[in-house]
């Protein structure tokens, strides 16, 4: 089945530095991935969907200048979180979806982010 | 907008049954549901389209009424391994998107 790596499972970094967050596709081409975060205890909700070649599209109250994506191949999306705060520590999680199957999207490992 | 999940929170036995509803105020194109257990990325369960229908797999299954925009899935003869949070993720519209609005999550244990 369709897998999505993602790194790294965890990181800590200090306030004010960034950090990023690779998510790819393994085994088959993902024109568009998704990246999702989660607070503990709640739902997963979507921050923006990376397209390859071209801008990501944010979703509302997502700051886009705080939350980079880019999506440079077919196989690869990174998200940097910039100038992180500690409101920023959260789950992250990309999606993708091999869509040469009538599956559903595949969910990369998670990215576990606390800003100290 | 967020779907609604029901019941937020199910305690069973191993072998008993149970139902969790997703529910949506706009018109869905898709449901897919999702098992997510502590600390660990969602994993796929099944995909339902609009046109109502009704997919199974082995003792999961799950149905999708387009008039009444809701998702039923279904648990039977529940295993230890069945524990943890179902999420529903909807999209709306009438095409594949592939933004995926998440309900709140049902948390489901089994005790032996």
């Known amino acids: 089945g369709a897998v999505v790596s993602q790194h790294p499972s965890r990181v800590i970094c200090k306030s004010g530095t960034s950090v990023k967050i690779e998510c790819r596709s393994l085994?088959?081409?993902?024109?568009?991935m998704f990246w999702y975060r989660q607070f503990p205890k709640q739902s997963l909700m979507l921050m923006a969907t990376?397209?390859?070649?071209?801008?990501?599209?944010?979703e509302q109250g997502v700051e886009k200048d705080k939350f980079l994506i880019n999506h440079a191949s077919l196989t690869l999306s990174t998200l940097t979180v910039t100038s992180a705060h500690p409101e920023d520590s959260s789950f992250y999680i990309c999606?993708?979806?091999?869509?040469?199957?009538?599956?559903?999207?595949?969910f990369g490992s998670g990215t576990r982010l606390t800003v100290v | 907008q967020q779907p609604v999940q029901s019941p937020q929170a199910v305690i069973l036995r191993e072998g008993e049954d149970a139902v969790i509803n997703c529910s949506s105020s706009?018109?869905?194109?898709?449901v897919h549901w999702y098992r997510q257990k502590h600390g660990e990325a969602p994993v796929f369960l099944m995909i339902?389209?609009?046109?109502?229908e009704q997919k199974g797999h082995e003792k999961i299954s799950a149905s999708f009424n387009e008039k009444k925009q809701q998702s039923s899935l279904y648990l039977t003869a529940s295993q230890l391994s069945y524990s943890g949070t179902y999420f529903c993720?909807?999209?709306?519209?009438?095409?594949?998107?592939?933004?995926?609005?998440f309900g709140q999550g049902t948390t489901l244990q089994v005790k032996p």
């Open positions: 085994d088959f081409q993902a024109t568009t």
């Open positions: 706009k018109a869905l194109y898709s």
């Open positions: 999606s993708a979806r091999d869509v040469r199957t009538r599956g559903g999207y595949t």
């Open positions: 993720g909807t999209e709306y519209g009438s095409s594949n998107t592939g933004k995926l609005i």
């Open positions: 990376s397209n390859e070649g071209s801008k990501a599209t944010y």
């Open positions: 339902l389209l609009k046109g109502g």
